[in-house]
C-alpha cells in the first residue's frame, strides 16, 4: 500500500547528541514538509522540500537540518544546537501542483534526557 | 502567508450535527481551504477541502461562504470517535505558491459529549 513512513516511533537521546528521524514515502510525491508538535499545541513547520535537492526553512529550522537526495526520502536532523528538541515530530508529503490533500506519517516522538 | 483562525474548543453531544467555524479573511483567489483532524499522538488525517463551491464527502461537508472568507466544516451526526483536532488550512494553487508553507494554527479541540 502506498503511504508515508516514519522511523523510529519512538526515540531517546542524550543532550547534545545529534538525532535523525527517517520519513519515506513511496506516493511519488513532489513535496514533503517537518512539522513540530509540543504538547497542547498545533503544527509549526521545520522545514519543506518542493522538489528533489532543494529545501526551506519554515518557522522554526534554527537547531534542524534536512536534506532531500531523493524524491522518496526526507530525513530530518535535529542538532545540539537545538535548545528544546524533545517534542512529536511529523513528516508529510503531497503532490507539489494541485490542491491535492497532505499525507502525514504516524509521528516519531522524540524525548531527550 | 494567508492565516486561518479557529475558535479553541467546542463541544457537541453524540449523534447531534457539528458546525466547525473557520476563518480566513485573507484568503487569495487561488486558495484551497483544507480541513485536517488529529488524534492523540498520531498524524493529521486529510477530511475535506474546497475552493468555492460546497462539498460533501463520506467524513464530512464543507459549507463555504460567499466572500471565501470563512468556512465550516460539517459533522452531520458527530461520534464520540470525532473527538479531535480540527485544523483548517489554506493552500495555494498551482504549485502552492506563497502558500506552499502549509502552516497549521492550533486547531480547535472537539469534545463529543455520550
Known amino acids: 500500500d502506498g503511504g508515508i513512513t516514519q522511523s523510529p516511533k519512538y526515540l531517546f537521546r542524550k543532550e547534545g547528541q545529534n538525532v535523525t528521524l527517517s520519513c519515506e514515502q513511496n506516493l511519488n510525491h513532489d513535496a514533503m514538509y517537518w512539522y513540530r508538535q509540543d504538547p497542547g499545541q498545533g503544527l509549526r513547520l521545520i522545514y519543506y522540500s518542493q522538489i528533489v535537492n532543494d529545501f526551506q526553512k519554515g518557522d522554526i529550522a534554527e537547531g534542524y537540518s534536512v536534506s532531500r537526495e531523493k524524491k522518496e526520502s526526507f530525513p530530518l536532523t535535529v542538532t545540539s544546537a537545538q535548545k528544546n528538541p524533545t517534542a512529536f515530530y511529523l513528516c508529510?508529503?503531497?503532490?507539489?501542483?494541485?490542491?491535492?490533500?497532505?499525507?502525514f506519517g504516524e509521528g516519531s516522538r522524540l524525548t531527550v534526557l | 502567508d494567508a492565516k486561518t483562525t479557529q475558535p479553541n474548543s467546542m463541544e457537541s453531544n453524540e449523534e447531534e450535527p457539528v458546525h466547525l467555524p473557520c476563518n480566513h479573511s485573507t484568503i487569495s483567489g487561488t486558495d484551497y481551504i483544507h480541513w485536517y483532524r488529529q488524534l492523540p499522538s498520531q498524524g493529521p488525517e486529510y477530511v475535506i477541502h474546497g475552493l468555492t463551491s460546497n462539498v460533501n464527502n463520506r467524513m464530512a461537508s464543507l459549507a463555504i461562504a460567499e466572500d471565501r472568507k470563512s468556512s465550516t466544516l460539517i459533522l452531520h451526526r458527530a461520534t464520540l470517535r470525532d473527538a479531535a483536532v480540527y485544523y483548517c488550512?489554506?493552500?495555494?494553487?498551482?504549485?502552492?505558491?506563497?502558500?506552499?508553507?502549509?502552516?497549521f494554527g492550533k486547531g480547535i479541540t472537539l469534545s463529543v459529549r455520550p
Open positions: 508529510a508529503s503531497t503532490q507539489g501542483q494541485g490542491p491535492g490533500e497532505l499525507f
Open positions: 488550512i489554506l493552500r495555494g494553487h498551482p504549485n502552492g505558491g506563497a502558500n506552499s508553507k502549509l502552516t
